[in-house]
């Protein structure tokens, strides 16, 4: 890094923006509340002084308009940033991305490119209840034509940004809310990230575990005490979910032989899902036991707190899946 700087994970994607706003004139910010207001999380705040009305966009509240207005600029020659207030939200623009953003390139050539970035706040942890605190990635998995970045660290959150304008596609960039107040070193003239890269964020021997964005933390935890019963895990943040490095997760587990999955979103159908049959695939006679998946609750989030932290996947029950791939002369 040439001088990184303590900010949290907000800050990170705040100044990272700005410096991609003063660097590209082309780039333009749309969504609702994101001037005078500075967006849900105050990420844009300061913006409008700064940049002006044709460039910081207050769009009415109509995710769709937003987003197929995007589209349209974006294939006129601009670079939209837009801000989904919550990726609940993001179910009401699955026309404009799915059959418009993400189709027209195929559809009409090489000469129309959709560089849209869809900034979303995703995942529980406030209490926010059941429309507002969803993990839907999985949702989004199977869209050909656009990328997922799920960042978990400041630095990750400005390099994966950086990268996601530069793409002639639909990126998806998901931001967990409970990171936003996390820290760590960032450096924002580092260069940006190439998608389809994960991070090993511990490296062990006996197991090896899957995450992003906001179970990263959950994941390290559980590492941690783990450690304590003598099970060495290998943390994987994925990054980015498309493109997926399957490559770096089937060279782990042929090292570790056992593979837990963790994901925010539902059990069923969700990314740990995929990531389970892709290894399957590349490396069954590497397993020595099966994959176990960790997931939220099939069900509504609930708005109580407690409910809520029993729905969400955490720590003690990350440790608790992996330790129950051991049997008990092994720990």
Known sequence: MNNPTEMTFAQSIRETLRRILVQ?????????????YGG??????????????????????????VTGAAVGAAMRGLKPVIEIMFMDFITLCMDQILNHGAKFPDVFGPQAK???????????????????SQSLESLLMPVPGISIAVPSTPQDASSLLKRAVELPEITIFIEGKTLYSSKGKTDIDAEPLEFGRARIAREGTDATITACGRMIPEALHAADVLCEKDISCEVIDLRTLKPLDIDTIVASVETTGKLVTVEESPLTGGTGSEIASRVFEKAYFALDAPVKRVASIDGPVPASIPLEQKHIPDAQRIAGTVFSLFSKDDC
């Open 114 to 132: 959709v560089p849209v970035v869809i900034r979303t706040p995703s995942g529980g942890g406030r209490g926010y209840g059941p429309t507002h």
């Open 24 to 36: 590209d004139k082309t780039v333009i910010l749309m969504g609702e509340d994101i001037g005078r």
């Open 40 to 65: 849900a999380f105050r990420i844009t705040e300061g913006f409008l002084d700064e940049f002006g009305p044709e460039r910081i966009i207050e769009t009415p509240i109509s995710e769709g308009s």
